[in-house]
T-cell receptor, first 114, second 111 residues
């Protein structure tokens, strides 16, 4: 059981380039999330989805887009990368049933933008 | 002021010590409280989960919630070098599926 898988694990981009980060989960979870984690800032929510075909903005959505075409996948896109988007990106998923369901996290994508 | 405050540390302790990690919060609507452990270059993993006030114990770990003081704690007994990690507290309001995270406390347990 793989859980939450993020690809790629590492990437270096030049300013202005675009890329897509992929998150895949095999737990049949409805809810999925994208976070960024920066030193001293903790986890900040970028976008989230409560089901296939739905997305919503989190705390820091500017400069990012997302899509949830399939229930198991949640894609995070950077259309024109900026150095301020250098960060570690984490995807998480959560079962929709009940209040006491924890989030399950992937191991992150480390992104550097030069 | 952030909704959830957590001292970033680092907290350095000798092996075998009792460790106390804490978070304070300002939103009295929070009802569900979680502790995640994050090893270097890994994603957070759920360690403890509690609802409302009280204590919950799991092996060497005890989670404590004091809603009247808006204060939660994680105690680690007989700490081991393998406990060295960043510990994140998180909490949610009833009906919410978006947790609010603390910034994390870095713990170092040295042999």
């Amino acid at each position: 059981n793989a859980g939450v898988t993020q690809t790629p694990k590492f990437r270096v981009l030049k300013t202005g380039q675009s890329m897509t980060l992929l998150c895949a989960q095999d737990m049949n979870h409805e809810y999925m999330y994208w976070y960024r984690q920066d030193p001293g800032m903790g986890l900040r929510l970028i976008h989230y989805s409560v089901g296939e075909g739905t997305t919503a903005k989190g705390e820091v959505p500017d400069g990012y887009n997302v899509s949830r075409l399939k229930k198991q996948n949640f894609l995070l896109g950077l259309e024109s990368a900026a150095p301020s988007q250098t960060s570690v990106y984490f995807c998480a998923s959560r079962d929709q049933t009940g209040m006491n369901q924890p989030q399950h996290f992937g191991d992150g994508t480390r992104l550097s933008i030069l | 002021q952030k909704e959830v405050e957590q001292d970033p540390g680092p907290l350095s302790v000798p092996e075998g010590a009792i460790v106390s990690l804490n978070c304070t919060y300002s939103n009295s609507a929070f009802q569900y409280f979680m502790w995640y452990r994050q090893y270097s270059r890994k994603g957070p993993e759920l360690l403890m989960y509690t609802y409302s006030s009280g204590n919950k114990e799991d092996g060497r770990f005890t989670a404590q919630v004091d809603k009247s003081s808006k204060y939660i704690s994680l105690f680690i007994r007989d700490s081991q070098p393998s406990d060295s990690a960043t510990y994140l507290c998180a909490m949610t309001q009833g009906g919410s599926y978006i947790p609010t995270f603390g910034r994390g406390t870095s713990l170092i347990v040295h042999p």
